[in-house]
């Protein structure tokens, strides 16, 4: 059974760099998209951003367009999200996903993806 499991998460001050990280258990981990959401309290679930199940593609919201890098590292079964220039609208709990249909275009929505990790609260402060 496929498990997702993100790690990584703390708190900052603003300015500063956080590394998330996806460990997938299981054998087919290169043939997932996977991408990366976030949930502040009392809002939806957003997303941050996503990568092809062979890292050729990669797709980010606009709120995070220079500042965060998605990557992954098929050898390893993990998922990436370094956070750069960190600011307090960044608080949330991250999410890792995957999806397993790689037939279709990589996902930008909670429900073009099957599978879920735990969370991560990242909190930065100002």
């Known amino acids: 059974q496929v498990q997702l499991v993100e790690s990584g998460g703390g708190s900052v001050q603003a300015g500063n760099s956080l590394r998330l990280s996806c460990a997938v258990s299981?054998?087919?981990?290169?043939?997932?998209?996977m991408g990366w959401f976030r949930q502040a309290p009392g809002k939806e679930r957003e997303f941050v951003a996503a990568?092809?199940?062979?890292?050729?593609?990669?797709v980010y919201a606009d709120s995070v367009k220079g500042r965060f890098t998605i990557s992954r590292d098929n050898i390893r079964n993990t998922m990436y999200l370094q956070m750069g220039s960190l600011k307090p609208e960044d608080t949330a709990v991250y999410y890792c996903?995957?999806?397993?249909?790689?037939?279709?275009?990589?996902?930008?929505?909670?429900?073009?993806?099957?599978?879920w990790g735990q969370g991560t609260q990242v909190t930065v402060s100002s």
């Open positions: 299981g054998r087919i981990f290169s043939r997932y998209h």
């Open positions: 990568i092809a199940w062979n890292g050729r593609s990669t």
């Open positions: 996903a995957a999806d397993r249909d790689i037939l279709g275009a990589v996902p930008t929505s909670s429900s073009g993806f099957d599978m």
